[in-house]
T-cell receptor, first 113, second 113 residues
């Protein structure tokens, strides 16, 4: 099993450009998440999807949109990138029960100039 | 929602000594408490977790204790080694079908050879 995979690994954008971060998991997990990690701020939840067909806002959703394409894939879109969105983005997934382990993808390092 | 606080933010220990990181949580319904280790440039990885019906769990040099009354839990690392140097995140997941993890801001642990 590959676990949770993310593409791309690195990306540089100019202010105002758009892009989509891709995430996929092969563990048959129902729930998927997008976090951003900034120095000293820990992991902040952007959006999550409790199950296929549902999405909900997390702590810091402004400037982002998500799509739960199917059970395996959960994408994060930046419509008009801003320098404040420079960060490392992690996708994660977990099973249905409240005590299931949450697994993280390898991350995407995004720089917005 | 759940609020998790982590102390201290940075911890330096001599190789071979013990390290203890404490976290507090706010939601008495939380029932799952994982600890993640993140090495520089890598993804967070689960190192140990504890459910609310257990007071202590140990895995080799790592242990976690939970005090539900006081709403705090701690990570204990004994006989620290240079490879224990990393950022450690605690998290808590609430009950009532809540499948979201609330993370602390992380502790930088530095093991001095």
């Amino acid at each position: 099993n590959a676990g949770v995979t993310q593409t791309p690994k690195f990306q540089v954008l100019k202010t105002g450009q758009s892009m989509t971060l891709q995430c996929a998991q092969d563990m048959n997990h129902n729930s998927m998440y997008w976090y951003r990690q900034d120095p000293g701020m820990g992991l902040r939840l952007i959006y999550y999807s409790a199950s296929e067909g549902t999405t909900d806002k997390g702590e810091v959703p402004n400037g982002y949109n998500v799509s739960r394409l199917n059970k395996r894939e959960f994408s994060l879109r930046l419509e008009s990138a801003a320098p404040s969105q420079t960060s490392v983005y992690f996708c994660a997934s977990t099973g249905t029960t409240s005590t299931d382990t949450q697994y993280f993808g390898p991350g995407t390092r995004l720089t917005v100039l | 929602g759940e609020n998790v606080e982590q102390h201290p933010s940075t911890l330096s220990v001599q190789e071979g000594d013990s390290a203890v990181i404490k976290c507090t949580y706010s939601d008495s319904a939380s029932n799952y408490f994982p600890w993640y280790k993140q090495e520089l440039g890598k993804r967070p990885q689960l190192i140990i977790d504890i459910r609310s019906n257990v007071g202590e769990k140990k895995d080799q040099r790592i242990a976690v204790t939970l005090n539900k009354t006081a709403k705090h839990f701690s990570l204990h690392i004994t006989e620290t080694q240079p490879e224990d140097s990393a950022v450690y995140f605690c998290a808590a997941k609430g009950g009532y079908g809540n499948n979201r993890l609330a993370f602390g801001k992380g502790n930088q642990v530095v093991v001095i050879p």
